[in-house]
Structures are given as C-alpha cells and as structure tokens.
C-alpha cells in the first residue's frame, strides 16, 4: 500500500564514519624525480599531473608564470600548435596548465591505452616549448582585452585590492597586475623562465586512475633522462607581510550600479592548531547555502543575492574573507548585518540543531571531495604542498565530529574582533 510521505518532517541524518583514504604508492624516476601513484577507479583512465616549480612566486612578477603555462601548448620544436590541438583532440585527451603562487601544474587525462602515444607530446610541451613570436602576441594582446575588461568589474576590483591590503603590494600573495605589465613583459622573460623552472629539480609527478603495469617505464622513457637538467628554480625570497594601516578601503567606480564587499582579516595557513576548528567556524558563518549569512543578509534582510565566506590557507600565511556584492546604497547595512552576524557567533553559543547540521554538511562534503581516484589525487597535490598526508583530514574529521559550542564561541571571541577586519568596497 502506498502512503503520502510526511513532507514535514526530514530524514534521518546518517553521520558519516571513519574514512579509508586510497592507498599512496609510488617510484622513482632515474633523474630523481618522485612519482606518486594513486591507484583506482573501474575505467581504465589515467589522470598525471606534473608539478613544477614555476608559479608566480617563482616568477617574481604578475603575468609570467601563467604566460609561460599557456603558451607551452602554443608550439614546440616538434609540433605547431594546430597540430598539438588536433593530436589531444583526436584521441578525446584533455591537456592543459594551471599556474599557481607556488607552482604550475600541467594536466593529462586520457584513456590508458593512449599513453605511449600522448606522453611523448607532454614530453616535447616540456622540454621544447618553443614560445613564437606570433603567438606570443597574439596571446597577450587577449590577455590585455581581458583585463581591461575584467577591470571594469567591482568584484574585480575588490579581489584585487582586497590581497594588495592584507599582504602589502611587495608581497608575491599582494602583486596586482597592472595595465602596464602588458608593454613592459618580454618574450625573452617568458623563454628564460620556462628553461629555469620546467626542470626536474623541484618537480614531481602524481600518477591517479588505472594507469596500467608499464607506467613506471613509460614516464621513465619519456622523463627520467639523467641529461635533462637545468637550473635549480628560486622561491625569490618572501618579504614580511605588510598589511595597510587603514582597515577601510574605497576603490570607487564610475557607473557602477553595485558594490562589491570583501571583509576579511590576514590569517595562518593550515599548520596551526586553530585552522580546522576555525573552518567549522567559518561553515556556521557564511561556508555553505544555508549559513547565517545568506540566511540573514540574503533572505531576511535582502540585500544581495549572494554572500559567502571562507578560509584560505597559503604556504606562508592565510585569509579569512567574506565576499558579496549589493546594490551601492545597501553597502553600509550590508556591513553591519555581515558584522551583527559575527558579533552574535561571539554572544551567542551555537545551538545544538544548528551544529549538528553543520556537521553532517561538513562531512557529507568531504566524501564527496575524495570520490573517485581523481579527486583524491587533487587533494593529495595540496597537501604534498604542505608537507601533509592524508591524516590531516583524518583530524579534520575527528575535530568536526567533536568540537563544542563553547569551543567555538571562544574562536569566535578571539578571530572575529572588529578591529582586526578589513572593508573593501569596490564600486559607488
């Protein structure tokens, strides 16, 4: 017999229990290079990320670490660029290059059997990029359109300004990009840098999917040659964080018919104690679709149509940031709900009902962060940045299962003062 379901009432929270995490094999190329292999899946795919050390840091200025990432693609000794697309288009591969602070990523995923015939192209983007000068500028007069565009967005500009405040503009998490990088960057910068920084010091390989039995031979083959050397890649030194003395910030924008916020405060990365206490925190504040920020500011008050916030950790520092944007004559109330919220996690303990659903959103998403041999292969990147393995979510998990009311409401009392946050408005 059929029954009307009770639309009242949910179903019961299933709290998710210990987590196995896929095992770490892994070799060692001849050249030194350290591979990490995730093994899994039920397809016969391979996902290999090659890390080099060649992110902005590295790079010592905006612009060039990327340029060289994408340009990489743009042509070798070997290949034109057409004849590069048409190769991963044919066998239905995905390659490309993501550039970060601290590195850059160059990505293959393809069907395992087409690896003897796609490794060599990575190979040859690698080792003999050959960064012509058409494509060079053709690529950066799209960039410099890009930016001029992206420039007359507010929440643009506020993202911007928002790292130039907390770190100091001299600080590699700080540098903006500005118009004139365009004009003053060469292509003699771009070739010096990737002959420095695509070398096998510093680089590492992370092998995820059902790569097959002759990988290690393969990647060998193909990067493990004892004569493909170069320099040793500098990290450029790191300056002392030199946030701005003033905690309010105005970029005004002509026409704008928003505002964009940013309201944050610099941080520590993930190595201290507070930093996973501090993301249950975080989740209650603005970290998911039903947290207090967009239940109050979004839904009751109405002043924007999205509000979020987060905790982001870097290797030498972090941010708390709340970012949201409204219209220009509800910039002042939208500060002051997003600043009552804070102030009510610091009078107010957390309400059981309310931590228990944070909780079970907390976790549930982690599961779903490490399905499948791919996710968990990102995830193990970052943390191999850290110096951490898989028992740092191990902890988060036991933390998030564990922490008090109390336990968050002193946080709450000690990293959500006033004073210690930042306003940027971007906009009218």
């Known amino acids: 017999m059929v029954t009307d379901a009770d639309r009242k009432t949910g179903p019961d929270f299933q709290v998710l229990g210990k987590a196995e995490f896929m095992p770490v094999g892994g070799f060692s190329l001849p050249n030194g290079i350290e591979v990490s292999l995730l093994e899994g899946g039920s397809q016969d795919i391979s996902k290999i990320d090659w890390i080099f050390p060649a992110g902005a840091v590295q790079a010592g200025k905006p612009l060039l670490a990327s340029t060289v990432g994408n340009l990489m693609l743009e042509g070798t000794k070997n290949r034109t660029s057409a004849e590069i697309s048409d190769l991963i ?19 293959l995923v393809c069907l395992t059997k087409d690896l003897p015939v796609l490794l060599p192209l990575v190979e040859d983007v690698v080792r003999n990029a050959t960064f012509d000068e058409k494509e060079y500028l053709i690529y ?11 420039s007359e967005k ?37 070739i010096s840098f990737y002959k420095t920084n695509y070398v096998p010091a510093g680089c590492r390989i992370i092998v995820a999917g059902r790569p097959g039995t002759d990988i290690q031979e393969l990647l060998t083959r193909h990067f493990g040659d004892k004569d493909w050397n170069g320099g040793l890649p500098s990290e450029n030194g790191f300056p002392q964080i030199s946030s701005s003395e003033e905690k309010f910030h105005l970029v005004e924008k002509e026409g704008a018919l928003q505002s964009a916020l940013r309201i944050g405060r610099p941080l520590f990365n993930n190595h201290h104690p507070d930093f996973i206490p501090l993301q249950v925190l975080n989740t209650i504040l603005g970290g998911y679709f039903g947290s207090r920020l967009m239940t109050v500011v979004r839904e009751e008050k109405g002043l924007t149509y999205g509000i979020g916030s987060s905790i982001v950790s870097y290797k030498q520092g972090g941010i708390w940031v709340i970012a949201s944007e409204v219209m220009g004559d509800m910039r002042q109330a939208a500060v002051d709900a997003i600043k009552g919220e804070m102030q009510r996690l610091v009078d107010e303990p957390v309400d059981e009902e309310e931590l228990a659903l944070v909780r079970n959103y907390m976790l549930g998403e982690m599961l779903r962060e490490f399905d499948g041999p791919f996710n968990t292969s990102d995830i193990y990147r970052s943390l191999l940045e850290y110096g951490m393995d898989f028992g740092f979510y191990s902890k988060m998990m036991s933390v998030i299962r564990e922490i008090t009311a109390g336990e968050l409401q002193e946080l709450a009392a000690k990293y959500m003062r006033p004073e210690d946050f930042y306003v940027i408005v971007a906009g009218k």
Request: charged letters at 25%.
């Open 154 to 190: 507010v929440r643009n500009l506020a993202a911007r300004t928002f790292n130039k405040v907390i770190f100091g503009p001299e600080h590699p998490y700080g540098r903006v990009p500005e118009l004139e990088i365009f004009d003053t960057m060469t292509r003699d910068e771009v």
């Open 89 to 107: 288009d044919f066998y239905g591969a995905h390659l490309n290059v993501q550039s970060y602070y601290h590195n850059s990523v160059l990505t």
């Open 140 to 150: 950066i007069n799209k960039r410099r359109q890009e930016f001029v565009i992206d």
